[in-house]
């Protein structure tokens, strides 16, 4: 099974600031397939990225994913209000299937 | 455009099986080469893999379920289910269902008590 970390645990930003998330797996993900969600409370998780650097329909161009192998990036170029919630990363290259644990990015 | 929808009871419990159903609307479930999945968050916690089953019909779970976890599918109604046995109260969750992994649907409540 793969394990994946996320970090940092909690990121504290202002709007318009740069956020770096982390995402490193225990084991390569098999061809890069790996997706950043993001959620807000009572809401159900939405896909930003897959195949670890490609956006998801309607998802704005300040979210970009990077990465390969055991190592991946969520970046915002700039944070919009609405961009503070939790992410999560997730591979879906081998079974099972596994999440990470979290980032939430919080507002400074 | 292709959304899911969960249903099923909202409330089970213990030790009885929970069945849930997903409603793929917009498209065929037949389509090819998408892994139908069930996915869990616990209350104020992260997500949890429970299992997919493949256009073929094979089936993957993860290991910590797999001895109380189906995963079905019915072409004909355009729906695939998940059956989880023995329920303790640990399995209350939001329980959601996805096409892996751009489309989930909205998630429904399951909460285990008598």
């Known amino acids: 099974e793969i394990v994946l970390t996320q970090s940092p645990g909690t990121l504290s930003l202002s709007p318009g600031e740069r956020a770096t998330l982390s995402c490193r797996a225990s084991?390569?993900?098999?061809?890069?397939?790996l997706a950043w969600y993001q959620q807000k409370p009572g809401q159900a998780p939405k896909v930003l990225i897959y195949?670890?650097?490609s956006r998801a329909t309607g998802i704005p161009d300040r979210f970009s994913g990077s990465g390969s192998g055991t190592d991946f990036t969520l970046t915002i170029s700039r944070l919009e209000p609405e961009d503070f919630a939790v992410y999560y990363c997730?591979?879906?290259?081998?079974?099972?299937?596994?999440f990470g644990q979290g980032t939430k990015v919080e507002i400074k | 455009q292709v959304q899911l929808q969960e249903s099923g009871p909202g409330l089970v419990k213990p030790s009885q099986t929970l069945s849930l159903t997903c409603t793929v609307s917009?498209?065929?479930?037949?389509?090819?080469?998408?892994?139908w999945t069930w996915i869990r968050q616990h209350p104020g916690k992260g997500l949890e893999w429970i299992g997919y089953?493949?256009?073929?019909?094979?089936?993957s779970y993860n290991p910590s379920l797999k001895s109380r976890v189906t995963i079905s599918i019915d072409t004909s109604k355009n729906q695939f289910s998940l059956d989880l046995s023995s329920l303790t109260a640990a399995d209350t969750a939001v329980y959601y269902c996805?096409?892996?992994?751009?489309?989930w649907g909205q998630g429904t409540l399951v909460t285990v008590s008598s």
């Open positions: 996805a096409r892996e992994p751009l489309l």
């Open positions: 917009g498209g065929s479930i037949r389509s090819g080469g998408y892994y």
């Open positions: 089953i493949y256009d073929s019909g094979s089936t």
């Open positions: 084991q390569s993900v098999t061809f890069n397939f």
């Open positions: 195949g670890a650097s």
């Open positions: 997730q591979q879906y290259g081998s079974s099972p299937r596994t």
